[in-house]
C-alpha cells in the first residue's frame, strides 16, 4: 500500500492486491463511529465491496458483507452495526423512500453506499466519498478518500496515521 496526503486533504492510497484493499477496509474499521457515512464510486469491479468487506472484519462483524444480490442494503452486526446499500439496481429514486435512509442515519450505525448518487440528495451534507480507480497493474486500485466536513478529514487524518504505523511494521 502506498499513501498519499494532498494539500486539499484528500487521501490517495494505492493497493497492490485484493487482500490490501481487504486490509485497509480492516483498518478503517477500527476508526469508524456511528453516524459515519460513505459513498463508494467507480466501476464495477473496481473493488468497492471488497473494501466493505474489509470493514465488516475490522468491526468483528457476525458475517463478512457481500455483493447484495437482490436487497438493496444490508445490516451487519459487530462492535458498531453497518448498513451496506448497493444502489446499482435501483430502477429510481422512488424505491429509496421505503428504505427511510434519513432515519437509519440516526441511528447508532455507520453506513457504506455503492452506485449511492441517488441517495446523496437525501442524505447528510457531510460525508467521505470513496472513488475507486483501476491501476496500471492488473491487480492494482486506486482509493481516493475525498472528506466533506470535518469528521472526515479527522478520519484522514486518523487512517494516515493507522496506515503509516502499519507500513512501519509499529
Ligand atoms: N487491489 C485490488 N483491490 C480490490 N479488488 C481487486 C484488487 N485487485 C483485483 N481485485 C479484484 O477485483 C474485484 C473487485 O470486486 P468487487 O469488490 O466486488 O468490486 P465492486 O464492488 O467495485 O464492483 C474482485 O474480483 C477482486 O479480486
Ligand atoms: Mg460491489
Redesign the pocket.
Given at each position: 500500500m502506498r499513501i498519499r496526503k494532498e494539500p486539499d486533504e484528500t487521501l490517495m492510497i494505492w493497493?497492490?492486491?485484493?487482500a490490501?484493499?481487504?486490509e485497509l477496509g480492516k483498518i478503517l474499521g477500527g476508526i469508524l463511529q456511528p453516524g459515519d457515512l460513505f459513498f463508494?464510486s467507480?466501476?464495477?469491479?473496481?473493488?468497492?465491496?471488497?473494501?466493505v468487506?474489509g470493514v465488516t472484519l475490522g468491526l468483528a462483524s457476525t458475517e463478512a458483507a457481500t455483493?447484495p444480490t437482490f436487497a438493496l442494503i444490508h445490516r451487519y452486526e459487530g462492535k458498531l452495526p453497518l448498513y451496506h446499500l448497493?444502489l446499482y439496481r435501483l430502477s429510481s429514486a422512488a424505491e429509496l423512500i421505503p428504505l427511510d435512509l434519513e432515519e437509519l442515519c440516526q441511528e447508532e450505525a455507520a453506513m457504506m453506499i455503492?452506485w449511492g448518487e441517488p441517495a446523496k440528495e437525501v442524505l447528510a451534507s457531510t460525508y467521505m466519498e470513496v472513488v475507486?480507480t483501476r491501476g496500471e497493474e492488473?491487480?492494482?486500485?486506486v482509493l481516493t478518500f475525498h472528506p466533506e466536513g470535518e469528521r472526515y478529514r479527522q478520519i484522514n487524518h486518523l487512517l494516515g496515521v493507522e496506515l503509516e504505523k502499519t507500513a512501519t511494521g509499529k
Open positions: 493497493s497492490d492486491s485484493p490490501e484493499t481487504e463508494l467507480g466501476d464495477l469491479g473496481s473493488g468497492k465491496t471488497l473494501f468487506r455483493s448497493d455503492e475507486f492488473e491487480e492494482q486500485r
